[in-house]
């Protein structure tokens, strides 16, 4: 689920740098397939990359029973769990557990945000000097109001995104360049008060990061705020006739009980 929160934010930054800056092939692409079938092109690669980066951590452990004396009743049968000599191999902590997770989860998405941002804040910079210079009132102008409004909340969101996960990046990093002392120490390498602090830090930053996204969409995106407060509504609603259904029966029942009285 991790890698897929963080692919999703990579792809959504590759949306709406394709409608920012190749409006043109970005209306084509839209015309071309229904929502539903983009939205599965954007997804589904996101999918299968996540469980083929993380399908391995399936296999570091290994379901085994084991026989515990019991004073009362005698030998009874524990299911616990070890690790695997796959997770012992030396090669596969360095290559995977290490620089895998650093380039898979740190460096591509970080990189490419951060040119996705770069070039949708001067997509954004050059499509309002254009409006203001030929004013809005067509309808292509209105829909390019719209994209540029959604990715003004993409560029928040990825802000937000690198400040909360650039802690973990540099955490990784530390590791990687420490990976000879861990290997060496076989388990009992023991980490600088300064890293597990930071650890738990990470952690809070990426809570909070997992919390803003839904804050800032419906803070800065107005059919967002429009489409929430419906489902707030229908909700209110269907509650509301749920109880005075609840109240109708519970007065016929009652009306029952003192008829048969």
Request: charged share 20%; aromatic share 12%.
């Amino acid at each position: 689920m991790f890698c897929t929160s963080l692919y999703l934010t990579l792809v959504l930054g590759l949306e709406r740098y394709l409608a920012v800056c190749f409006p043109t092939s970005y209306r084509e692409f839209t015309l071309s397939y229904s929502a539903n079938t983009r939205l599965l092109l954007y997804v589904s690669p996101v999918v299968l990359i996540s469980i083929l980066l993380n399908i391995s951590k399936y296999f570091e452990t290994r379901i085994v029973n084991r026989q515990q004396e019991n004073i009362d009743s005698g030998d009874t049968t524990m299911i616990d769990m070890e690790l695997t000599e796959l997770f012992r191999d030396p090669n596969y902590i360095k290559y995977y557990s290490f620089y895998t997770r650093l380039i898979a989860t740190g460096i591509i998405p970080v990189v490419f945000l951060t040119f996705f941002n770069i070039k949708i804040y001067q997509g954004i910079k050059g499509v309002r000097t254009r409006m203001e210079q030929n004013g809005v009132g067509s309808r292509r102008q209105q829909e390019a109001i719209s994209e540029l409004n959604l990715a003004i909340v993409l560029v928040c969101v990825v802000v937000v995104f690198l400040i909360c996960h650039i802690p973990r990046i540099l955490l990784n990093m530390f590791d990687v360049l420490h990976i000879n002392d861990i290997l060496r120490c076989e388990g009992k390498y023991e980490s600088p008060a300064w890293f597990k602090c930071m650890a738990g830090f990470n952690h809070l930053l990426l809570i909070l990061n997992s919390s803003c996204n839904f804050i800032i969409y419906c803070s800065l995106n107005q059919n967002v705020k429009e489409y929430l407060v419906k489902v707030i509504s229908r909700l209110t609603l269907r509650f509301r006739f749920m109880g005075r259904e609840e109240e109708n029966h519970g007065i016929e029942i009652q009306t029952l009980a003192t008829t048969e009285v």
